[in-house]
């Protein structure tokens, strides 16, 4: 198998989950937090992108020319992954205002807590 | 027909929910007599001739996908015409006694049903499950008294009993895959050591032995008489009930003689017993608060019966059976009082209480009567029971119970002198205080007829605990209908009630021919000067036992209640140790995802 | 096929999307819609109880490629639980919110009963996600700064839980090509090892975030104290009691080792005796509650991780713990509303809610603890039995100040939610009393 291109896709992938939970673990303003959420739902729909690949396929459209495509499922999933991700990410922005508007800051402090 | 009596008794308890105080009380009165017709009906079994209803011994009944096994044992029997007589008339007494119906009656009778299911049950399921429906029906009866230590000790004693019963149940199915107590002989081994002293323990904490008592003082002081007389005089009886059955009836003490032969762990139970009488005792003398002495007094009568079960020889076990029945009347009928008392009244505290013998005479002569039993006076069957007791210590030379057990005598005397003087005696406080209503009157005599009964037959009492006896094999001792006898000596109650009354008849006769002026209490007078008159101290009962005071309290109060209020805290300590884990701050939590995950996975991969 | 559970997430997700068209009948939509489910649900189970398992393929694909439902007894009981319960809590609550509310709380119902049907790995995730992202909403619904904050605090949480369980079906997908739970189990031991453990521990960690496990429910306290109480009451019967059942399924179908069990075990233990001290000092009812609904997932956890010798005896201590706690439990939040529980309905629901969870018959979490220690004591587990009674000491202590502390006047609650406070505390008793629930318990047609 060509791992040529699939390598630096795995590499990829760490990288950006590593960088998303850093930024969620290490930064206080809310709206950082869920930036880096969504920099680590990249890394994971490039993890399945990367799952489907095969070298030298094609993309996965019914063809009597193509006989080596990539796996469609996980891209399938991918867009389904994307579509939840957004809606998240909406949501949480549309919390984030109401957010602050309560507080007049978007910096978390700590509350309910024990 | 017993399923009929379980199903009226719970369908009585799902009516009295929705009905007005008097038709609960005599709904709940009338039907809580019906168990008392089986009792008659068994009795054809062991050798007494009564009425048979046709009642079955044996039934086994179903209740979700699971079967009951419940029947007669000579044991419950005995236990049963210990406890159960308690009910009707305390629903007698309560008949006057509460304003209205505010869910004491439903409880009462969830009580009763499972109490009579726990002496029936034959397997370990339908025990385990009748003592929990106990547990939670009492608790809600302690529920009602809105004190907040009496609730949450209360629940935190019964699940811990509950859980140790359960451990102990558990082990003895694991060990034969049988549910039925009946095979629970064959156990030996440290499985059959851990099952038997959790189960001990477990039973103990409704026995009220000392180390397990301490939810006893709040509830008995703080939740209603009439619930309280059940529960010092039934309930309590109910953890012994468990102790004997796994003790001899079931074999237990040969099961922990075969894991441990050099340790005499009976000797143990004899000790805390002896101990938890004389340390309630002592509380109980310096008690203020009328509940929380009887609630200290209880403690240490039913410490007498865990010593006759530790003594173990026959002497000693029908010691506390007696000890045992006399005690769940007694103290019913004190509590019962001091209930009537606090019920005219409303006072509690001795030191505010006085004189009520002149208003009271009827409530007075009860607890007097019973005050009798409680302190062993000769002639009581009280003093019956306890003699057996120290005749037993003696016999075995356990040095160090015998005389623990006779201080503890004596402080019973102390205390009992107490009640009567601050209470009935002394100045009248009280002058317009009427006597209390009929039905609480009728329930205490009722209550006295037994004591009385067994004052002139203590034979009668021999007989009635032969059945029981014998099927755990332990020789009844040699008796008449007047006399007990016993290697040391001769009881014969005929002899002492006519020495007693050619005694006491002729000082009764000099008593009255003598002229009495009863002055008032105002006449005090002090250097001239009129003492002032409501001065607490000035009671008869103020500072009564204040050299005794300074000696036990130190000692005996932080031991008794106050360990377990440590250990509450100790665990509130740790509590808010644990709970700065939720820092409040998400990204703490995110951290704690990550690191349960690698955890996981390291824990999966290298391990 | 006479039934199709398919349409138990059909018809409250068209329900949903019809409700924006018509704000007006906002209501009765949603309430028609969970009707219809809870009837459904009933029918379904008792297919089930006579007829044995249901497999659905949707549209008439097979299976590993296409998407497929696979209802056994346990889901099809969990599936009639969160139906039913919905109903009374929305009935209750549903009227004193708007439009939205009810679209919402129809999508998080809808995806709860997804999860516990759904026989696809990757739609238990999108199942997963549509009842997070409504239960979002639901908590910041009440839109005070505490519900905000408890929302955000589960969102992150629940984020970061849904990117390890994509995860773990990328690493699952990338071994075996396939996403159907039967399919991956028949062909798990073809799976490289370290793969396998990863995938394994990523699903945990991610399911476990939605099953109040500690150390990763962060969020639970916040998000419960957050929630107005009719909210509250769903998450303890909806999404936590569904992604539990979703973590015994995936360990005892896809990972029936026993290094899983024992993880499992060893996280039950933990999650109940944290739980219970956690919440044995705290003052907030409903943190206290949460605390405590804590503590019985991680019973529930223990009772399913017992699973592995003893199947019988765990699943219906499962099945009695669950509906206990169910049913107490939210009905205790709904109670949590009013600061006092005077009045014989709310004093009463309180009382027996206690003594469920605390395990006292002839309610249902006795026969839950019951079946649990048989359990434990088959595999003479002291440790995790003595820790068991000192949680339920500890509980017992919290729950008498519970007890203690809302005794008190009369409470302001209105009709509906006494009603609905009744009618689901009934549940813990009626299956402790009937005959029917032993035998559901006891049925051979566990679907493992």
Not at chain 3, 102 to 121: E, H
Not at chain 3, 162 to 183: C, E, H, P, R, V
Request: net charge positive; with cysteine.
């Amino acid at each position: 198998m060509n791992y040529a291109l699939v390598t630096p896709c795995y590499i990829a992938v760490a990288a950006l989950l590593s960088i998303g939970l850093y930024g969620v673990v290490s930064k206080r303003n809310l709206m950082k937090i869920f930036i880096s959420l969504s920099i680590m739902e990249t890394g994971v729909n490039l993890l399945l992108i990367t799952i489907g690949y095969v070298p030298e396929g094609t993309a996965p459209i019914e063809n009597a020319n193509f006989t080596k495509y990539v796996d469609p499922l996980p891209q399938a999933l991918v867009l389904t992954a994307i579509v939840i991700g957004l809606s998240v990410t909406a949501l949480a922005i549309a919390m984030l205002i109401s957010y602050y508007e309560k507080k007049g800051s978007l910096e978390y402090k700590g509350g309910m807590k024990w | 027909m017993l399923d009929i009596i379980f199903a009226e008794l719970i369908i009585a308890a799902i009516i009295t929910f929705f009905v007005g105080k008097k038709i609960a009380s005599i709904i709940a009165g009338f039907i809580s007599i019906l168990p008392l017709f089986a009792l008659i009906d068994w009795a054809n079994n062991f050798g007494f001739k009564t009425i048979s209803f046709g009642i079955e011994r044996q039934m086994n009944i179903s209740v979700a996908g699971i079967t009951l096994h419940l029947g007669i044992t000579p044991l419950s029997w005995f236990f049963a015409l210990m406890i159960l007589p308690l009910f009707p008339l305390i629903m007698l007494y309560s008949y006057s006694f509460f304003k209205e119906n505010d869910g004491f009656y439903p409880f009462m009778l969830f009580a009763f049903a499972s109490t009579f299911g726990i002496l029936l049950s034959k397997d370990m399921l339908s025990l385990f499950l009748f003592w929990e429906i106990m547990s939670w029906s009492s608790f809600l009866l302690v529920y009602r008294s809105r004190d907040k230590e009496a609730i949450i000790s209360y629940l935190i004693f019964s699940v811990f009993s509950a859980f140790a019963i359960l451990f102990g149940l558990m082990i003895l199915w694991h060990e034969n895959f049988s549910l039925l107590l009946s095979d629970i002989g064959r156990i030996n081994g440290i499985y059959g050591f851990i099952a038997i002293a959790s189960l001990i323990i477990g039973f103990s904490v409704k026995s009220v032995l000392m180390p397990l008592h301490a939810w006893a003082p709040f509830v008995y002081s703080k939740s209603d008489e009439p619930f309280v007389a059940f529960l010092s005089g039934g309930l309590s009886k109910l953890g012994y009930y468990g102790m004997f059955l796994f003790l001899f009836t079931l074999n237990g003490v040969k099961i922990l003689q075969n894991y441990t032969p050099n340790v005499a762990w009976n000797y143990l139970l004899a000790v805390v017993g002896s101990l938890s009488a004389f340390v309630a005792t002592m509380l109980a003398i310096m008690q203020d608060d009328l509940r929380k002495l009887l609630a200290y007094s209880s403690i240490g009568q039913l410490g007498y019966i865990a010593i006759g079960f530790g003594i173990g020889t026959p002497l000693a076990i029908t010691g506390a059976l007696f000890q045992a029945f006399n005690h769940a009347f007694f103290k019913a009928v004190l509590f019962l009082a001091a209930g009537a008392v606090a019920y005219r009244t409303g006072k509690w505290k001795i030191s505010e209480l006085g004189g009520l013998a002149y208003r009271m005479p009827l409530t007075f002569l009860a607890a007097l009567f019973a005050i009798f039993a409680l302190a062993a006076i000769p002639i009581t069957s009280g003093f019956a029971a306890k003699w057996l007791l120290y005749e037993a210590a003696i016999q075995q030379k356990y040095v160090f119970i015998a005389p623990l057990m006779l201080i503890a005598g004596v402080g019973a005397f102390l205390y009992s002198f107490r009640i009567l003087y601050g209470v009935f005696l002394g100045e009248n406080r009280y002058p317009d205080v009427k006597e209390a209503p009929k039905s609480m009157i009728a329930a205490m005599f009722i209550l006295m007829l037994p004591l009385i009964i067994f004052v002139v037959f203590p034979g009668y009492m021999l007989d009635l605990m032969k059945p029981a006896l014998s099927n755990s094999g332990i020789e009844s001792i040699a008796h008449t209908k007047f006399a007990i006898e016993t290697s040391l000596a001769k009881y014969n109650s005929m002899a002492v009630l006519i020495t007693l009354i050619a005694a006491m008849v002729p000082a009764f006769i000099i008593y009255k021919a003598r002229k009495h002026r009863i002055t008032s209490f105002e006449d005090n007078y002090l250097a001239g000067e009129p003492y002032e008159f409501h001065n607490p101290s000035m009671h008869a009962a103020h500072n009564f036992y204040k050299p005794l005071k300074g000696v036990v309290l130190p000692y005996f109060e932080p031991g008794a209640t106050y360990y377990f209020e440590k250990i509450y805290k100790g665990i509130g300590i740790l509590s808010n140790g644990i709970r700065r884990i939720y820092t409040g701050f998400v990204q703490d939590y995110a951290i704690y995802v990550v690191i349960f995950l690698l955890a996981v996975m390291g824990w999966l991969i290298w391990m | 096929m006479v039934v199709h559970p398919v349409l138990l997430i059909a018809i409250p997700l068209i329900a949903a999307f019809i409700i924006p068209l018509a704000k007006k009948y906002g209501f009765a939509i949603a309430a028609g819609a969970m009707a219809f489910n809870m009837g459904y649900a009933i029918g379904m189970f008792s297919y089930i109880y006579s007829h044995g398992k249901i497999y659905e393929m949707i549209a008439g694909f097979k299976p590993p490629v296409g998407i497929f439902l696979a209802v056994d007894a346990l889901s099809a009981m969990l599936a009639l639980l969160i139906n039913l319960f919905a109903f009374i809590n929305f009935i209750a609550i549903g009227k004193e919110w708007n439009y939205k509310f009810s679209m919402l709380y129809l999508l998080a119902i809808a995806g709860s009963t997804g999860i516990v049907l759904t026989g696809d790995i990757f739609n238990m995730f999108i199942f997963f996600e549509i009842t997070a992202v409504a239960s979002y909403a639901l908590i910041a619904g009440k839109k005070d700064e505490k519900a905000i904050e408890g929302a955000i605090k589960y969102m992150v949480l629940g984020s970061i839980a849904s990117i390890f369980i994509l995860m773990g079906i990328a690493l699952i997908y990338s071994q075996l090509k396939t996403l159907n739970i039967y399919d991956i189990a028949a062909r798990i031991s073809s799976m490289d090892e370290k793969i396998k453990w990863a995938s394994f521990a990523l699903l945990l960690t991610g399911i476990g975030v939605e099953a109040e496990i500690f150390p990763l429910n962060g969020w639970v306290p916040a998000a419960y104290q957050g929630a107005s109480s009719g909210v509250a009451s769903l998450l303890s019967f909806g999404p936590s009691k569904a992604a539990i059942y979703a973590i015994a399924r995936i360990m005892m179908v896809i990972f029936p080792f026993h290094a899983t069990y024992e993880i499992a075990l060893y996280v039950g233990v933990v999650t109940l005796v944290i739980g219970e001290l956690a919440a044995f000092m705290q003052e907030d009812v409903k943190r206290m509650l949460a605390y405590s609904s804590i503590g019985q997932m991680g019973l529930i956890l223990i009772a399913f991780s017992l699973a592995s010798q003893n199947i019988q005896n765990a699943l219906i201590a499962a099945f009695f713990l669950i509906i206990s706690h169910a049913s107490a439990k939210s009905s205790l939040f709904l109670l949590s509303r009013s600061p006092s529980m005077g009045g014989a309905a709310c004093k009463y629901t309180g009382i027996v809610g206690v003594l469920s969870i605390i395990g006292m018959p002839p309610l249902a979490g006795f026969w839950g603890k019951w079946y649990l220690m048989l359990a434990a004591i088959n595999e003479k587990l002291w440790l995790v039995i003595m820790l068991v009674f000192f949680a339920g000491i500890v509980e017992a202590g919290y729950f008498a100040r519970y007890l203690h502390k809302s005794m008190g006047n009369e409470s302001k609650l209105n009709l509906r939610y006494k009603v609905a406070m009744v009618v689901m505390v009934s549940f813990t008793i009626l299956l402790g009393l009937l005959p029917i629930a032993y035998k559901m318990a006891s049925l051979p047609l566990w679907g493992w």
